[in-house]
């Protein structure tokens, strides 16, 4: 998968942060029947996009980190995309074909949401904000400068025979300034385990979304992101020279 590549929805007072159900992270989809195309080159993809819907909640395009527009050779149908006319962030599996005139035939293999928490303070969560421990992988900043992306592992189980959920955000702890006048915004990872036994892991991926920080950035100021994990807290640092 390339790393590098890559709606929420408004819930209710409680669930401002998004309630992670862990088993849509191995959802698969369902789709109409389609044929490939005759393209004479063809490969697998993996992008971070900002997935479009139609009228009927159908996964129909999506626009890439790197900002390249795909329209989908057959829509896909999936239990996390239920809003029609919106727009998703999520992880899309395809194949790329480059037909004989040079264009592009898409072909959906999947789609796996992608979690887009928006940014809050710290009395938003409560007296004391959840950092329940996970399992850091890896992290990048998009292309087009916009999301920082996160690959991350959470423990999980079942309760009587049922998979629970988690609780994810982002908690904003301000921004302090250097000698030099350049800024850094602090932010934490929210987790709230809620719970759920701790028996094995289940993939999270994770965008912190720029827009949603309360605070006026430029592209000489970066982002201080820590989360705690099993092995102790990861602090990752990401520079907004390509903010745009």
């Known amino acids: 998968m390339e790393k590098n590549r890559t709606h929420q929805k408004t819930m209710t007072a409680k669930t401002f942060f998004h309630w992670l159900w862990l088993v849509l992270c191995l959802a698969a989809c369902s789709s109409d029947p389609y044929h490939t195309g005759d393209g004479s080159l063809s490969y697998l993809r993996a992008d971070f996009v900002e997935a479009s819907t139609d009228n009927e909640s159908y996964v129909v395009s999506a626009l890439t980190d790197d900002g390249e527009h795909l329209q989908l050779a057959r829509r896909l149908k999936t239990s996390w995309t239920t809003t029609p006319d919106s727009v998703y962030r999520a992880l899309l599996y395809y194949n790329q074909e480059v037909n004989e005139d040079g264009s592009a035939h898409i072909l959906p293999l ?135």
């Open 110 to 244: 999947s789609v796996l949401p992608v979690q887009n928490p928006k940014v809050y303070r710290p009395g938003h969560y409560g007296l004391k904000p959840k950092t329940d421990p996970v399992v850091f992988q890896s992290a990048w900043p998009s292309s087009n400068g916009k999301y920082v992306n996160f690959d991350l592992d959470v423990k999980t189980g079942t309760v009587d025979g049922a998979m629970e959920s988690q609780v994810v955000g982002w908690i904003f702890d301000g921004v302090s300034q250097g000698d030099d006048g350049r800024r850094t915004a602090k932010l934490r990872l929210y987790h709230d385990q809620n719970g759920v036994p701790e028996y094995y892991s289940a993939k999270l991926y994770i965008s912190l979304s720029i827009p949603f920080i309360p605070e006026s950035l430029t592209a000489d100021d970066s982002l201080q992101v820590s989360i705690n994990t099993y092995e102790g807290k990861v602090v990752k640092t990401f520079s907004l020279k390509y903010l745009k």
